[in-house]
């Protein structure tokens, strides 16, 4: 019952309409900001690197490690994965494409969050709900910024956990003896530690463990991708003509492949969602532009860097099937995984990526499900650090969310949110992979239907944000501008219901001790 509801569900939310407005919002952006994306890139990796910090903001890169934390999960590894079996090569194509574009949603959002946040509960906090009430005004935009919050503590407190801790069961059953309750009651307690303790205590701990995962995890996929070398012309070659219809064994699933594409796209990289924005609010920076340019950069992390890794090692070593859509084979390589009712899972989840590892590092020519290697261990803790941190990510989300609520007064509602997200976490360990991704990709859709109209509708200053800081940028290379990049709103910016910048101007310019850098 429970999954033919979510399953109902997810249908209306994902139909054709919201992948075609994700990439044409994505394109707008790009189009308008004259590919800020390619134009940027060296100073996106400067702004990330340094950065403001103050008692009530976290530095860029505390943003960009939290932001990822949430980004880079189970979606760089089971979400391939799926997407290869649902879409078969030619899926990771259209990942890539919404990875590029959606660079020009993130900076909307995340832009927006850094105009629009305030202080709360002796830090800041920011996100779609706040920039919705403020920038759009009115009845309307209290109404729109109310539905995104409590659409997001739905989906972040309840919908997607679930899917972390499914995939971090999934993999640890794999490769040691042990049962899934067990991982229910480790994922509690070490939630727990950490969840109850605020943003601060969860920029620490992502900042010590996203770099550290995602890195030894690239290095892994490097190793692999070296190994094969000679393969990747081809594999570029097939991933490109599976995209477009080209490759004849695939042309009869293109419908499928551009949807789960862009599905699991969105998932991994969150562009547009709404969800990367909330870290981007919480940043201390002297111009939001810089906060927008980060949090894109992030978005290539999680998709050009790790999700190509996933697939390139899943593709090189042949450790994937693809289905049709009939519920049969296209590609049937003998990859699997048992199911909890002991029948045979050939759908992907965590075994591809666990078998790629295996396979590549060891003398076996076939997948044999009794051979556990370096991959399945491997992939088992990666996993653990990739979801965990996700999960933590997703708590800070949902927190920011019920303070906007209930307008920062009801704080006892924190620990409430804390005992449900680990609850829903806990009942991912014990539920199938299938309701906890439909369950999911719901919450993600929701998210995204609301977040992507209202970074339309409030374009005006995300576009005026942008040129004044390319008009500062341009100064500065030229040596015109001495100190750093500040922002000062202008009469002409679209900022109506902003308080936090020009509060911020007049305090700067009266030497008030406010902890942004003076000009």
């Not at 576009?463 to 009469?491: M, N, T, V, W």
Request: charged share 15%; glycine share 10%; proline share 3%.
């Amino acid at each position: 019952m429970m999954e033919t509801i979510v399953s109902f569900l997810n249908d209306i939310v994902w139909s054709w309409p919201l992948p075609v407005l994700l990439v044409v919002v994505g394109l707008y952006f790009s189009l308008r900001m004259k590919f800020f994306q390619v134009r940027y890139l060296k100073d996106m990796l400067r702004l990330m690197l340094k950065g403001e910090k103050s008692d009530q903001g976290i530095s860029s890169f505390q943003a960009i490690a939290v932001t990822l934390a949430g980004r880079v999960g189970t979606g760089n590894i089971v979400g391939v994965s799926t997407a290869i079996f649902l879409g078969g090569p030619g899926a990771v194509f259209w990942m890539w494409l919404i990875a590029f574009l959606g660079a020009g949603s993130a900076f909307a959002e995340s832009t927006l969050a850094q105009v629009y946040k305030q202080r709360e509960d002796a830090q800041y906090r920011g996100g779609p709900a706040y920039y919705l009430e403020k920038g759009i005004g009115g009845t309307f935009g209290k109404i729109y910024g109310m539905l995104f919050a409590v659409v997001t503590v739905i989906s972040c407190g309840i919908l997607l956990p679930g899917i972390q801790s499914n995939s971090i069961a999934s993999s640890a059953v794999n490769a040691f003896p042990i049962d899934n309750w067990m991982i229910g009651v480790f994922i509690a307690l070490i939630l727990g530690a950490v969840i109850f303790g605020g943003i601060k205590s969860i920029a620490n701990v992502a900042t010590i463990l996203v770099p550290f995962m995602a890195v030894a995890y690239i290095i892994v996929a490097v190793i692999i991708v070296i190994m094969n070398i000679s393969e990747v012309p081809a594999l570029l070659a097939l991933i490109f003509r599976s995209a477009f219809g080209l490759e004849q064994q695939f042309a009869g699933i293109l419908g499928a492949m551009i949807m789960i594409g862009i599905k699991r796209g969105l998932y991994s990289n969150e562009a547009g969602q709404g969800t990367g924005a909330h870290a981007a609010g919480a940043t201390e920076v002297s111009h939001p532009a810089k906060q927008g340019l980060v949090q894109s950069f992030s978005v290539y992390i999680d998709t050009l860097f790790v999700c190509t890794a996933t697939a390139l090692m899943i593709l090189m070593t042949g450790m994937y099937n693809v289905s049709d859509d009939n519920g049969g084979l296209i590609v049937d390589n003998g990859v699997y995984q048992e199911a909890a009712d002991g029948s045979r899972d050939v759908s992907g989840t965590v075994a591809f990526t666990q078998a790629s590892i295996d396979k590549a590092f060891s003398s076996q020519d076939s997948f044999n499900i009794d051979f556990i290697g370096f991959g399945s261990y491997f992939i088992a803790f990666a996993l653990l650090f990739f979801c965990y941190t996700t999960i933590l990510a997703y708590y800070y989300i949902a927190e920011t969310n019920v303070m906007y609520i209930t307008r920062g007064k009801m704080t006892w509602l924190k620990p409430v949110l804390g005992v449900a997200l680990i609850a829903s976490a806990v009942y991912g360990t014990l539920s199938t992979a299938d309701v906890a991704w439909m369950m999911g990709d719901v919450g993600v859709g929701m998210m995204a239907w609301i977040n992507v109209i209202g970074i339309i509708i409030l374009q005006k200053p995300t576009l005026a944000i942008f040129k004044d800081y390319e008009r500062q940028y341009k100064l500065k290379k030229q040596g015109k501008l001495e100190g750093e990049i500040i922002y000062r709103p202008g009469e002409n910016d679209g900022l109506k219901g902003e308080t936090f910048w020009h509060r911020r101007v007049h305090e700067v310019e009266n030497k008030a001790e406010y902890g942004y850098p003076k000009s």
